[in-house]
């Protein structure tokens, strides 16, 4: 649920989720790294597709990812708006939904022609909508670009983790 009246075209942080459709492993694999036990992600041709769709969406909508993490089946991001910045259109700031919606598209648009090159069945990706999080003060900040940065390492404590 979205917080109600809020703008979500004005400027601050947002913290967003997205998962994949039924929780499905489809974007990457995480492996104990180095000896000191730092996992390693192993990004699949999806997520990589999911990472290279982050610089499309900061370009097309002139906002700033500032962290993000591509786990096996959901993707982290904190996203920066400035409404106030100078925009290359005559458009007014992006939503946090137009931008999401928009980075899902893409992404599903670029898997979908991997699908018909390999001639597979593309089935669908994404479960229907994110989550979202306001980021209001600097320790709402620091916690939550903690919890990304180490996300990896506790992706076996995760309620979907699977192997």
């Known amino acids: 649920m979205r917080l109600e009246s809020y703008d979500y075209s004005s400027s601050g942080y947002y913290f967003i989720t997205i998962c994949t459709s039924n929780h499905k492993n489809t974007l990457a694999k995480i492996r104990r790294g180095d000896p000191c036990g730092r996992p390693n992600i192993y990004l699949s041709e999806l997520g990589k597709i999911c990472e290279n769709t982050v610089a499309t969406i900061k370009t097309m909508y002139n906002i700033s990812v500032l962290n993000y993490v591509i786990m096996p089946n959901h993707i982290h991001l904190i996203i920066s708006i400035d409404s106030n910045c100078e925009r290359t259109t005559a458009r007014v700031a992006p939503t946090i939904g137009l931008i999401i919606g928009s980075y899902k598209s893409i992404i599903s648009h670029f898997w979908l022609a991997k699908c018909k090159e390999y001639n597979i069945h593309m089935g669908?990706?994404?479960?229907?909508?994110?989550?979202?999080?306001i980021i209001r003060n600097n320790s709402d900040y620091r916690r939550i670009w903690q919890y990304i940065d180490e996300n990896p390492l506790k992706w076996t404590e995760d309620c979907y983790y699977t192997d």
């Open 124 to 133: 669908q990706i994404w479960q229907r909508g994110y989550h979202d999080h």
